[in-house]
């Protein structure tokens, strides 16, 4: 099976965007994560449940977000990356969380079991996204797996990426499958996306 020219494209997108965020520096990347912080402490509220996720590699540092999360009182879920398929589970992050490294050597808490239908917003990882809410992931394929049944319908979160202002990218390639973001949170602020 050969690749399509959209899957070609992302390919060279992600390597690209990758290297951007490499390029950042400590001091860079330390001052982005507390900025995010407090933009989300604007929206957040005690009773929101924030489905999030922890950092992996050159990702932007969700730590000082989900800190804030928790002072402001929101329920915290991360997602557990299944042993076969896709489908993502959330755990409840508690007051003291026990942690195992997954498949792809990212901690996941042990917590109780959540529902990602009883969160109100979650928050996404990715590579590269635009100004129309589209967005490039790693590649798995995990979020999007996810969310086909059920994005952007009644009693979905919010779903909001995470990242870095550099990844910004003119026009994200998309596939079918691949899910539109309703706002980016990056060390500027938030952006709402506007449907056409």
Known sequence: MTDTPIALAKSELRAELRRRRRALSPRFRRQAAL???????????PGHTLAAYLTSGSELDTRPLLAAALQRGCRVLLPVVPARGRQLTFTELTARPRWRNNRYGIAECLGPRVPLAHATHLLLPLLGFDDAGRRLGQGGGFYDSTLARWAHRPGCPRLIGVAYRAQKLDCVPVEDWDQRLDAILTEHGVQRVRRA
């Open 35 to 45: 900025a995010v912080a407090r933009h989300a402490r604007r929206w957040l509220r």
